[in-house]
């Protein structure tokens, strides 16, 4: 290991390069986002309420016969890239990830019907968003998981960043 001496003025101060490296390397984030698509139907609406108040709150979404989405979703992984490969992550390993926990889950379904992992919950696209991020997280390395951002519509997009 080798050893450093910083001097200021009349001070001297010692520093491994393996604390120097560390502390260097920290400033190395990178954020690396892969991008998915997946087409789904749902309604917006609580049994707990009436027609008439689920159309004045939820509008077109309540729609009896559902409706649909072509959603985009954008999987944002943070970290510092591998001295070996350079990657943050391997975005096909990342890819099979988002496939097998999501895209085959969610795509052509019924989100309030078909998606196990949406069953009981509300499928606003927060809410899509929060539960595509507890599907994924336990995949990936700790900590790593940055965003996730679903577009629903030109105009509507949300970014969920995990639990605080």
Known sequence: MKFYSLEFGHLSFGIYNRIFAAKFRALAICYITRKEHFNAAHRLSREDWSDEKNEEVFGRCANKNWHGHNFTLHVTIKGEPSPETGF???????SKIIQKYIIDEMDHRNLNLDVAFMKGILPSIE??????????????????????KIVETENNLVEYFGEE
Not at 88 to 94: A, E, G, N, R
């Open 88 to 94: 943050i992550v391997d975005l096909k390993y990342l």
């Open 127 to 148: 809410n899509i968003a929060i539960q595509v991020w507890k599907q994924l997280e336990p995949h990936l390395p700790a900590g790593s998981l940055h965003c996730i």
